[in-house]
T-cell receptor
């Protein structure tokens, strides 16, 4: 079945540095790639998404890149702040299906 | 906008008992999703509804688990004869439509089966 793999289980950066989280997917039909943030004890909070018709999307300090040939997508957080510390999940879904297949999560720690 | 509401937030059941989890989607959202989160398995899709009709239940364990959406304002996930391996956080999400759009997640119900 479709799988999404998240390469970094943990990531530590200094405040102000950039953080990059990488994901790969297996199903070539995947066309929608959202990212979610989960703070301790809380539910999932949407941060940004990208669709397969583009290869880059930016929202303030967040950049998502999509490489369809490599079946890889990544989340870049620039100028990190301590409040960016959380677990980040990547996900994928394919056209015709709304269900999300999630990666394993990356725990990001931003130290001041 | 209160967001997706899930009740109860915590539920403890004894092995073999039934558990019913409730979800109230965001008003106006036509799609409702159920996911399960555990340390071992991570986030797993269970089932989803669009306009109250079941669309995809491919993630639901075939026995003991069932989900319904009797009206547009709530959905239930029922687990019969609960087992310790059912212990997880059950997350409900809703979206404006059942497609490639943002899903809004509730805070989850933490189910503990003793």
């Amino acid at each position: 079945g479709e799988k999404v793999e998240q390469h970094e289980s943990t990531l530590s950066v200094r405040e102000g540095d950039s953080a990059v989280i990488n994901c790969t997917y297996t199903d070539t039909a995947s066309s929608y790639f959202p990212w979610y943030k989960q703070e301790a004890g809380k539910g999932l909070h949407f941060v940004i998404d990208i669709r397969s018709n583009v290869d880059r999307k930016q929202s303030q300090r967040l950049i998502v890149l999509l490489d369809k040939k490599a079946k890889r997508f990544s989340l870049h957080i620039t100028a990190t702040q301590p409040e960016d510390s959380a677990i980040y999940f990547c996900a994928a879904s394919k056209g015709g299906s709304a269900k999300l297949i999630f990666g394993e999560g990356t725990k990001l720690t931003v130290s001041s | 906008n209160a967001g997706v509401i899930q009740t109860p937030r915590h539920k403890v059941t004894g092995k073999g008992q039934e558990a019913t989890l409730w979800c109230e989607p965001i008003s106006g959202h036509s799609a409702v999703f159920w996911y399960r989160q555990t340390i071992v398995q991570g986030l797993e899709f269970l089932t989803y509804f669009r306009n109250q009709a079941p669309i995809d239940d491919s993630g639901m364990p075939k026995e003991r688990f069932s989900a319904q959406m009797p009206n547009q304002s709530h959905s239930t996930l029922k687990i019969q004869s609960t087992q310790p391996q059912d212990s997880a956080v059950y997350l409900c999400a809703s979206s404006l439509e059942g497609g490639r759009v943002e899903q809004y997640f509730g805070p989850g119900t933490r189910l503990t089966v003793l």
